[in-house]
Nanobody, 121 residues
């Protein structure tokens, strides 16, 4: 399995950014996908997930601002980020995982290389 994220960069607070992740080596359309982020000195945090049937989950900090989507024809998952805040600054990783009890659990070893998002105030 290979997951390659891209689209990070430096933006100002209030601006938007879209991250992309292309997957290979897996049956994408039946896979649950997610985005995590890791800020400096902090543990990775689940940002959003999207199940194989399109059900979306978000962490409270990004609800109403971020939108996760997928394109099964292209093996792509996206994270559309609006109204960015300095506290959104982190390395963002896409991954694949399982869903149990309505919660998304990323699979170990099935993470992309990460893309850095920096939001200046």
């Amino acid at each position: 399995v290979q997951l390659q994220a891209s689209g990070g960069g430096l933006v100002q607070a209030g601006e938007s950014l879209t991250l992309s992740c292309v997957a290979s080596g897996m049956i994408f359309e039946t896979s649950h996908m997610g985005w995590h982020r890791q800020a400096p000195g902090k543990q990775p945090q689940l940002v959003a997930s999207i199940s194989s049937d399109g059900t979306k989950l978000y962490t409270d900090a990004v609800k109403g601002r971020f939108n996760i989507s997928r394109d099964n024809a292209k093996n792509m998952v996206y994270l559309h980020m609006n109204s960015l805040k300095p506290e959104d600054t982190a390395v963002y990783y896409c991954n694949t995982g399982d869903i149990h009890g309505g919660r998304y659990f990323p699979k170990e070893g099935y993470w992309g290389q990460g893309t850095l998002v920096t939001v200046s105030s």
